[in-house]
């Protein structure tokens, strides 16, 4: 069956340190992959999105790797703050499912001062 | 420029009734999706239009049911409610671009509580 899993515990770490998150997937060959942020109560926001032909991309303190071999995406954020609190989302977009977007449940991560 | 705008922000429904919920998406954004986030879950695709026609169906029954609209706005109802539809409603606009990467701007969500 298909899945994507993301790291389900939440992520706690010191404030400076780099926060790297998991998403794995099975059955699935996505053409994209896409990571959002999200806040309590409010909509996922778009962070970054990374193609199968590409293995890294980087976004200010954010830096994206997918490897399509080992079917698992890892996103960083380097020199993290308090304010990277949040839960962050993997995406997928699959041609085989008419480029909809699947969703993993999220990893909370949590940045201490 | 204002991003997607989605209304209620909060609604509360006893079993059996039904709710249409709207979205507006960000100006020349031609395409709106919808997605269901349970607590604890990521977002649920349950439908896309793309100039006013079902572009996707998520694994969703029939209760659920969305339109659009010629000015690219959405409603989204749901019929016979049961208290599992009980969940945080997205709205999502987006604007195809190339190779069909579709980056999805999302609202605020209408939390909808179903007694």
């Known amino acids: 069956s298909q899945k994507i899993e993301q790291n389900s515990e939440a992520l706690n770490i010191q404030e400076g340190k780099t926060a790297t998150l998991t998403c794995n997937y099975t059955?699935?060959?996505?053409?994209?992959l896409q990571w959002y942020r999200q806040d309590p109560g409010r909509g996922p926001v778009f962070l970054l999105l990374i193609r199968e032909n590409e293995k890294e991309k980087r976004k200010e303190r954010l830096k994206v790797t997918f490897d399509t071999t080992l079917k698992q995406s890892l996103f960083h954020i380097t020199a993290s703050q308090p304010a990277d609190s949040a839960t962050y989302l993997c995406?997928?977009?699959?041609?085989?499912?008419?480029?909809?977007?699947?969703f993993g449940a999220g990893t909370i991560l949590r940045v201490k001062s | 420029d204002a991003g997607v705008t989605q209304s209620p922000t909060h609604l509360i429904k006893t079993r059996g009734q039904q709710v249409t919920l709207r979205c507006s998406p960000i100006s020349g954004h031609k395409s709106v999706s919808w997605y269901q986030q349970v607590l604890g879950q990521g977002p649920q695709f349950i439908f896309q239009?793309?100039?006013?026609?079902?572009?996707g169906r998520g694994n969703f029954p029939d209760r659920f049911s969305a339109r659009q609209f010629p000015n690219y706005s959405s409603e989204l109802n749901v019929n016979a409610l049961l208290l599992g539809d009980s969940a945080l409603y997205l709205c999502?606009?987006?604007?195809?671009?190339?190779?069909?990467?579709?980056?999805?701007?999302f609202g605020p969500g209408t939390r909808l509580l179903v007694l």
């Open positions: 059955n699935y060959s996505p053409a994209y």
């Open positions: 999502a606009s987006s604007s195809p671009g190339l190779a069909g990467t579709e980056t999805q701007y």
């Open positions: 239009y793309y100039e006013k026609e079902e572009r």
């Open positions: 995406a997928l977009e699959s041609e085989e499912y008419g480029n909809k977007l699947v």
